[in-house]
Every structure is written in C-alpha cells, then in structure tokens.
C-alpha cells in the first residue's frame, strides 16, 4: 500500500482559493490512480475529483466542476487539489486516496484501498 498526507486546508471566505497537497510514500506512487473526496458532518464520504496514474485524464463531482482542478507530480509522489470560487457548502475534511481498480473513474470509496488521514477545509459566507 501508499502512505498517504494531505496538507494545505484552513478558513477561508466564500469566493477564496485553497490548494490541497497530498504527500505519498511507500510503494510505486505512479501504480495508482489518485482521489479526493470530502466528508461534512452527519454526511457521507463524497467523491471531489480523481486523475489517472499518468495524469492525462481527470474527473470530477459536478458540484466542484468547473472551480476546481485535480493535478499530480509523479516524480514528486504528489497530488494536489487546485479549489477556487470557494463556498460555504465546500466546508468538510478533504481526503486523499489511492486506488488500483480500473473503475477508480466512479468515485466510489471502496475502490480507493489506500487513504490519508484528511484535512480540514472551512469557508466562512
């Protein structure tokens, strides 16, 4: 399995900018398809966005469709979310994770076998 960090959230003001980070170690980081999802409180686990082990193909949630922007490093064992026009309904910890299943594309949780420990994005209206 991949080892998984994530930095980069905080508070910002609906309409603000945050970049997510995530940090793999471990085993060959370029084996895996990677994505983020998010959790609210009393909500599920939701799909944001993933990208492919190349990085030539992404996808995303339609409610962050179009604000943000899914990228990876290979070399750098990295994967970043890029979340502009921020809004309050944006707020929840923000999750890295990797997958090896073909299907990753669905963002369903259980395909992603590897997860961090997630970070904390507030947006204030």
């Known amino acids: 399995q991949v080892q998984l960090v994530e930095s980069g959230g905080g508070l910002v003001q609906a309409g603000g900018s945050l970049r997510l980070s995530c940090a793999a170690s471990g085993r060959t980081f370029s084996n895996y398809a990677m994505g983020w999802f998010r959790q609210a409180p009393g909500k599920n686990r939701e799909f944001v966005a993933a990208i492919n082990r190349s990085g030539g193909s992404t996808y995303y949630a339609d409610s962050v469709k179009g604000r943000f922007g899914i990228s990876r490093d290979n070399a750098l064992k990295m994967v970043y979310l890029q979340m502009n026009s921020l809004k309050p309904e944006d707020t929840a910890v923000y999750y890295c994770?990797?997958?090896?299943?073909?299907?990753?594309?669905?963002?369903?949780?259980?395909?992603?076998?590897?997860w961090g420990q997630g970070t904390q994005v507030t947006v204030s209206s």
């Open positions: 994770a990797a997958s090896t299943v073909a299907g990753y594309q669905r963002g369903v949780p259980a395909d992603f076998g590897s």
